[in-house]
């Protein structure tokens, strides 16, 4: 079992940023790769960034390429995601997510350890 823990969650303005950081536990992570998805009230959660357990591959949806960057400090268990140029649309909680495999992805259901969310408010 993986336990992870997100923080780093806020209120910004509009053109602000936040870094979020998720700290996983439990269950080696060694070999996971980690992902960041997005949830509004009555929305699907929706794929945000994800990461290789190498950190050489990474992906991200068309809505914040160029805006958001995901990291990972494999030697801390703690991946990120800085968050630039935000927008009011980029409001949602948002979930850390970890996988049994190496490889990024941007599909939901490959991943099989998801954090309690941090919620990410941008005003205005």
């Known amino acids: 079992q993986v336990q992870l823990v997100e923080s780093g969650g806020g209120l910004v303005q509009a053109g602000g940023s936040l870094r979020l950081s998720c700290t996983a536990s439990?269950?080696?992570?060694?070999?996971?790769?980690m992902g960041w998805f997005r949830q509004v009230p009555g929305k699907e959660r929706e794929f945000v960034a994800a990461?290789?357990?190498?950190?050489?591959?990474?992906n991200y949806a068309d809505s914040v390429k160029g805006r958001f960057t995901i990291s990972r400090d494999n030697a801390k268990n703690t991946v990120y995601l800085q968050m630039n140029s935000l927008k009011p649309e980029d409001t949602a909680i948002y979930y850390c997510?970890?996988?049994?495999?190496?490889?990024?992805?941007?599909?939901?259901?490959?991943?099989?350890?998801w954090g309690q969310g941090t919620q990410v408010t941008v005003s205005s």
């Open positions: 997510a970890a996988r049994r495999n190496s490889g990024s992805s941007y599909y939901r259901g490959s991943y099989d350890y």
């Open positions: 439990g269950r080696s992570f060694v070999g996971s790769a």
């Open positions: 990461i290789s357990w190498s950190g050489g591959s990474t």
